[in-house]
């Protein structure tokens, strides 16, 4: 069994930055492709940003430029550096692990979720 703790979601003014990280922990054999992902109210949950086990990311238009999606392999750990945060990234937060586990079977993986409001 693998856990994915969140932390780092908080209220914001437009124009800031927060941190998101993401830890995970438990039978981990490799780990494939760590992401975050967002829920508005009211809406479906979206992508934000992925990056792979080589390094490779991939970003939602909406945050190009703005967030950076980085990882610690060490220790299992995504962060989320979101900068010049405006309204319409008020969310609730998931991260999202894709890993294999020793028999080599793919497993998916969300965390509980992170708040972020960005309000003034």
């Known amino acids: 069994q693998v856990q994915l703790v969140e932390s780092g979601g908080g209220l914001v003014q437009p124009g800031g930055s927060l941190r998101l990280s993401c830890a995970a922990s438990?039978?981990?054999?490799?780990?494939?492709?760590m992401g975050w992902y967002r829920q508005a109210p009211g809406k479906e949950r979206e992508l934000v940003a992925t990056?792979?086990?080589?390094?490779?990311?991939n970003y939602a238009d909406s945050v190009k430029g703005r967030f950076t999606i980085s990882t610690d392999n060490a220790k299992n750990t995504v962060y989320l550096q979101m900068d010049s945060l405006n309204s319409e990234d008020t969310a609730v937060y998931y991260c999202?692990?894709?890993?294999?586990?020793?028999?080599?079977?793919?497993?998916?993986?969300w965390g509980k979720g992170t708040l972020v409001t960005v309000s003034s």
């Open positions: 438990g039978s981990i054999f490799s780990i494939n492709v």
């Open positions: 990056i792979t086990s080589r390094g490779s990311t």
């Open positions: 999202n692990f894709q890993i294999r586990n020793s028999d080599y079977r793919l497993f998916t993986y």
